[in-house]
């Protein structure tokens, strides 16, 4: 008897510490549901913050969790699942560090390898400053190189293509550039983001290798990780899976190209894909990942930078963690050593989802209620579009007002809107000219995620209106009238600048 109440002692003491130890586990140990993070999702689309998010999530038992909401955008595969394609932007810093990581292990090259060192003879440096910076710091941010190149070069062919601004910048653009830079040789610099040094990090690692860069990454990386759905260019069987990007008024815009840097953010990815490639940097599967986790620099005393991921040390947590962001997606890919949760969001607008991603690896790191950013330079081009168009009203033709009050608001007002009257179908054609070329801009510009799709074509239709009413009561008018008074420099320099912005804008909208 005795034994038996000793044995019911200590399996009541188990139930007893069973039941303690559960109610400890705080709530963020335990994984998101599905359901969960499909109700985060579909939030995220209905507050115009996205059209379609795909999510991995590794779970500390070793499983992996496909889950995703909205639409690619793209007709051949219209809705988004772990086979979509996204830009991943950014990341792709993550991959170009790997490579770094891998051929300094194997000896050829260090982390403090030089670049005048790696290049050898291949270019000359107007300024040492620059051939003394080190791949490490290159990968991690301190190369003092500025985030993206500030020539010419790179500032005309962002105007050739606004929505596809590295396009026309070539490698030898970028070759160019960086030989002539006034860089001083400096070993301790302060962390500055920089697009330019990690792209140019990318193109030294493949110039040893007789390849180009996305070669480098399908040998080392793609290939042995069987990521067979990554890369940079689609062939045409990849080209149904490839989401259309949205920019964060939800408009379409063109997928990026980036010749001259591809080591910064040209890669291509499904989340089926990144799972592989995160399940390989947390579980050490793949040559160089272990390397590319220790800290480099501290920022603060919560962030620091690793070899191309940053580190973010809050609540008890420490994530490995990059985002991305191109023209039309924002990304996100994390980790925790500690806890084994992996995650990656993809998303086909550019909004930010990295409060998503942080909050599936802890709950503790909040979501965010609405996710759109007021964007100051975006209003304020909203309202001189808008200002600029409703004038055009008073601008219409009209009758002589006779006698004018000589004074207040009210005589100011009717003797500006006499001067201004059209007074033949060439000032109506100038007028019409600046409208055409208003409305395109404010196409691409406004904020129109603040407005909603009811808004945008109430905009538009007000404008219709205005058109077709400066159309009607023009009819009458002679094709052209004696010159006003005033500047004639001033028009032609007016006139020229609207067709010089037309012609911009027609550029930038041919496919």
């Known amino acids: 008897m005795n034994i038996k109440l000793g044995e019911l002692f200590i399996l009541m003491v188990c139930l007893l510490e069973l039941t303690w130890s559960h109610a400890q586990t705080p709530p963020q140990a335990m994984p998101p549901t599905d359901d969960q993070v499909l109700t985060i999702l579909q939030q995220r689309i209905d507050k115009n913050a996205a059209r379609g998010i ?121 070759w160019t550039y960086v030989r002539q830079l006034p860089l001083e040789v400096q070993l301790d610099r302060p962390v500055a983001y920089s697009n330019l040094g990690v792209g140019l990090l990318g193109q030294v690692l493949a110039s040893p290798e007789k390849m180009s860069y996305i070669d480098l990454v399908n040998a080392r990386i793609l290939a042995p990780l069987g990521m067979t759905a990554t890369g940079i260019s689609l062939s045409t069987d990849r080209a149904p899976f490839m989401a259309q990007g949205h920019n964060v008024s939800l408009l379409p815009v063109p997928l990026w190209d980036l010749p001259s840097m591809p080591g910064a953010g040209a890669l291509r990815s499904s989340t089926r894909d990144m799972a592989r490639f995160l399940q390989a940097h947390m579980q050490g ?105 409703l004038l055009h009203p008073l601008v219409m033709p009209g009758a002589s007002l006779g ?68 159309v009607w009561q023009s009819r009458k008018l002679p094709w052209r009238a004696t010159e006003r008074a005033g500047n004639r420099w001033l028009r032609i320099i007016g006139r020229s600048f609207s067709l010089l912005m037309l012609a911009i804008a027609v550029w930038n909208l041919a496919p």
């Not at 007002?413 to 404010?442: C, D, G, P, T, Y």
């Open 403 to 470: 006698q004018l009050p000589a004074t207040g608001m009210r005589g100011r007002l009717l003797r500006w809107h006499q001067s201004a009257i059209l007074r033949s179908k060439s000032e109506l054609f100038w007028n019409l000219l600046e409208m055409l070329v208003v409305s395109i801009f404010a196409y691409h510009f406004v904020a129109w995620e603040w407005i909603g799709t009811q808004g945008r074509l109430t905009f538009f239709a007000i404008i219709g209106l205005l058109v077709l009413t400066m």
């Open 54 to 174: 795909a999510v991995v999530l590794l779970d500390p038992d070793g499983s992996v969790r496909f889950l995703s909401k909205g639409q690619s955008g793209n007709p051949a595969r219209p809705q988004i699942d772990a086979d979509t394609l996204f830009e991943i932007g950014s990341i792709t810093k993550v991959f170009t560090s790997t490579l770094l990581a891998q051929i300094a292990a194997q000896g050829a090259i260090g982390l403090d390898t030089r670049l005048d060192e790696v290049m050898g003879a291949k270019h000359t440096w107007a300024n040492p400053g620059v051939g003394a910076v080190t791949l490490r710091q290159l990968a991690t941010h301190t190369s003092g190189l500025p985030r993206l190149p500030q020539d010419a070069n790179f500032l005309w062919g962002m105007v050739r293509s606004l929505r596809n601004p590295y396009a026309n910048y070539s490698e030898a653009d970028m």
């Open 285 to 389: 599967t793949l040559a160089g990942v272990s390397a590319t986790h220790p800290a480099q620099v501290r920022i603060d005393d919560t962030q620091s930078v690793a070899l191309g991921w940053f580190i973010e040390q809050r609540h008890g947590e420490e994530i490995h963690w990059h985002n991305g962001g191109t023209g039309g997606f924002r990304t996100f890919a994390g980790f925790n050593l500690k806890s084994g949760k992996g995650v990656v969001v993809l998303s086909n607008v550019s909004q930010g989802v990295d409060d998503i991603g942080l909050h599936l690896l802890n709950q503790k790191f909040p979501i965010k209620d609405d996710p759109r950013i007021v964007n100051l330079t975006a209003i304020v081009i909203s309202i001189v579009f808008c200002v600029s168009l």
